[in-house]
């Protein structure tokens, strides 16, 4: 069974940064789409980030110029590294990779707080 593991979250002040990372249980060469998301209590699961296999990337407009999503195939992992932080951007970040069936994390809390 696939696995993703989140870790990286943290509580960090306003305009801080914070680097997220996705480790897979195998090689992510395997995984076409993988995502980052976010969620709030009482919302709705917010898509962040994308990169595909062949590297496009796609943010949402809310992290535009702040958020950079990467991947490292040597190592199995996908980042989320997260600049200039605004109290807005708190919330359980959630890795998603497709491979027939969509796989999820466990999530990371990120809070960003004076």
């Known amino acids: 069974q696939v696995q993703l593991v989140e870790s990286g979250g943290d509580l960090v002040q306003p305009g801080g940064s914070l680097r997220l990372s996705c480790a897979a249980t195998?090689?992510?060469?395997?995984?076409?789409?993988m995502r980052w998301y976010r969620q709030t209590p009482g919302n709705q699961r917010e898509l962040v980030a994308t990169?595909?296999?062949?590297?496009?990337?796609f943010y949402a407009d809310s992290v535009k110029g702040r958020f950079t999503i990467s991947r490292d195939n040597a190592k199995n992992t996908m980042y989320l590294q997260m600049n200039s932080l605004k109290p807005e951007d708190t919330a359980v970040y959630y890795c998603n990779a497709i491979y027939g069936l969509s796989y999820w994390g466990q999530g990371t809390q990120v809070t960003v707080s004076s």
């Open positions: 195998r090689s992510i060469l395997s995984f076409n789409v």
């Open positions: 990169i595909t296999t062949g590297g496009n990337v």
